[in-house]
């Protein structure tokens, strides 16, 4: 069973323009959470969503930031107008459905704005 | 609102000695309570983690971990470090209520030297 996939791993953008992340949950689970980790920090929730619904979106910016669970295919991140605050890693977890307990990461997308 | 320490952003050990990570909580309810290790660059592997029942919980790894609820406590144990256990160690939080969001700690680097 294929763990949590994100891509790109690294994306580098300059201010002002749009970076959008990717995670493929693992098989079979229907819960994505989205994660930042600025540097000296732990991970703060950003959003998490079910297929085509967002659930809980209390920990993602009011501006620029949008996340998406499609019916098909991945979840996706986006950010409009990148600024220079908005480099960090950004962290995909699933779950299975009806679990309450273990989230699976994957390995992070690296978003550099220069 | 829940919230998560840990004790000590650097913690260094020799190969072959003890080691302890320390995690306190907070939470209104009981919660489940996690270890995640994260690698250089890489996404974050659940090390252990506690819902319910007995409140010594064995990982990965040689690790363990125990649940005192009356010291809100949940630190990270480990007889005999080897050098691969070099890495940063996070503690974090959730209710349980299902689909809810991971709290996470500022997180321990572990270093361990030879």
């Known amino acids: 069973n294929a763990g949590v996939m994100q891509n790109p791993r690294h994306l580098v953008r300059r201010r002002g323009q749009e970076a959008r992340l990717r995670c493929s949950p693992m098989?079979?689970?229907?819960?994505v959470y989205w994660y930042r980790q600025l540097p000296e920090e732990g991970l703060k929730f950003m959003v998490y969503l079910q297929k085509e619904n967002i659930i809980d979106e209390s920990g993602m910016p009011k501006e620029r930031f949008s996340a998406e669970f499609p019916k098909e295919g991945p979840s996706i991140l986006r950010i409009q107008q990148v600024v220079r605050g908005d480099s960090a890693a950004y962290f995909c977890?699933?779950?299975?459905?009806?679990?309450?307990?273990?989230?699976?990461f994957g390995p992070g997308t690296r978003l550099t704005v220069l | 609102a829940q919230s998560v320490t840990q004790l000590g952003s650097h913690v260094s050990v020799s190969e072959g000695a003890l080691v302890l990570l320390r995690c306190n909580y907070s939470s209104s309810v009981p919660p489940y309570l996690f270890w995640y290790v994260q690698y250089p660059n890489q996404g974050l592997q659940l090390l252990l983690k506690y819902t319910t029942g007995a409140t010594l919980v064995k990982g990965i790894n040689g690790f363990e971990a125990e649940f005192k609820k009356s010291e809100t406590s949940f630190h990270l144990t480990k007889p005999s470090a080897h050098m691969s256990d070099a890495a940063e160690y996070f503690c974090a939080v959730s209710d349980r209520s299902a689909g809810t969001a991971l709290i996470f700690g500022k997180g321990t680097t572990l270093s361990v030297s030879s």
């Open positions: 977890a699933s779950s299975p459905f009806g679990s309450t307990d273990t989230q699976y």
């Open positions: 098989k079979g689970h229907s819960h």
